[in-house]
C-alpha cells in the first residue's frame, strides 16, 4: 500500500544550527513533491515545491532535495530561529488533483 | 493572496445534531477539499469536489456529506453528530490540474475544531 513517514518524534534543535526532516515513500512515482509548515491549530502553508528533474529547491533559509531513487526527499531549515518552531508536512500527488500528506515533523528551536 | 475562509473557528454541539462546516475560498479555484485532523493520524480526505455540484469520497467519508452549489463554496454536513467526529476540520482548495496524477498546492482555511458532547 502507499505510504508517506515523517519522523513522529520532535526535533528539538539549538537556534542557529540547521534542521533537517526527512520524508520517505513507498508505492508511490510523484512527478513533483511539496513542503507545507503548520502552526498549532491553524491550517497548513505550502512552502515549495520540488519536481523529480530538480536534485535541490531553496527559499530563504529553507533548502529541499528530492531522490527519486531513494524515493525520499530532506527538508532544511538553516540558522535556525525560534519563529520556525511549527510542524512540517510532505505532501506528494496521488491522482486525480490530490494530495496525500505525511504525518508532519514537528520541530522545536530552542533559543 | 489566496483567501480561504470558514465559518467557526470553534463549535460545539450535541450527539445527534445536524452541523454544518461552510468554506469559501476567493481565487477562483476549481478544487475544494474538506480533511479532518487528528492527534497521530494527520491529514485525511473526506470528500472531494472538482466542480459545481462534483464531488468524490475521500478516505473516509462515512457520516459526513457535501454540498457544492456556488464555485466558491464548498460546505461540509454532519446528518447526526457523533462524539468520534470531534475534530479539527480542515478545507483546502487548488487549482485543477489536467494530466492524470498532478495535485496543485492547496490553500488551507484556518480551521474549525468541532467538539460533539
Known amino acids: 500500500s502507499q505510504k508517506i513517514e515523517q519522523n513522529s518524534e520532535a526535533l528539538n534543535i539549538q537556534e542557529g544550527k540547521t534542521a533537517t526532516l526527512t520524508c520517505n515513500y513507498t508505492?508511490?512515482?510523484?512527478?513533483?513533491l511539496q513542503w507545507y509548515r503548520q502552526d498549532p491549530g491553524r491550517g497548513p502553508v505550502f512552502l515549495l515545491l520540488?519536481?523529480?528533474?530538480?536534485k535541490e529547491k531553496r527559499k530563504e533559509r529553507l533548502k529541499v532535495t528530492f531522490d527519486t531513487t531513494l524515493k525520499q526527499s530532506l527538508f532544511h531549515i538553516t540558522a535556525s530561529q525560534p519563529a520556525d518552531s511549527a510542524t512540517y508536512l510532505c505532501?506528494?500527488?496521488?491522482?486525480?488533483?490530490?494530495?496525500?500528506f505525511g504525518k508532519g515533523n514537528q520541530v522545536v528551536v530552542i533559543p | 493572496d489566496v483567501k480561504v475562509t470558514q465559518s467557526s473557528r470553534y463549535l460545539v454541539k450535541r450527539t445527534g445534531e445536524k452541523v454544518f462546516l461552510e468554506c469559501v475560498q476567493d481565487?477562483?479555484?476549481?478544487?475544494m477539499f474538506w480533511y479532518r485532523q487528528d492527534p497521530g493520524l494527520g491529514l485525511r480526505l473526506i470528500y472531494f469536489?472538482?466542480?459545481?455540484?462534483?464531488?468524490e469520497k475521500g478516505d473516509i467519508p462515512e457520516g459526513y456529506s457535501v454540498s457544492r452549489e456556488k464555485k466558491e463554496r464548498f460546505s461540509l454536513i454532519l446528518e447526526s453528530a457523533s462524539t468520534n467526529q470531534t475534530s479539527m476540520y480542515l478545507c483546502?482548495?487548488?487549482?485543477?490540474?489536467?494530466?492524470?496524477?498532478?495535485?496543485?498546492?492547496?490553500?488551507f482555511g484556518p480551521g474549525t475544531r468541532l467538539t460533539v458532547l
Open positions: 483546502a482548495s487548488s487549482s485543477w490540474t489536467s494530466g492524470g496524477w498532478g495535485a496543485d498546492t492547496q490553500y
Open positions: 508505492n508511490y512515482s510523484p512527478a513533483y
Open positions: 520540488i519536481r523529480e528533474n530538480e
Open positions: 505532501a506528494l500527488p496521488y491522482g486525480n488533483n490530490r494530495l496525500a
Open positions: 481565487m477562483d479555484h476549481e478544487n
Open positions: 469536489s472538482y466542480d459545481v455540484k462534483m464531488k
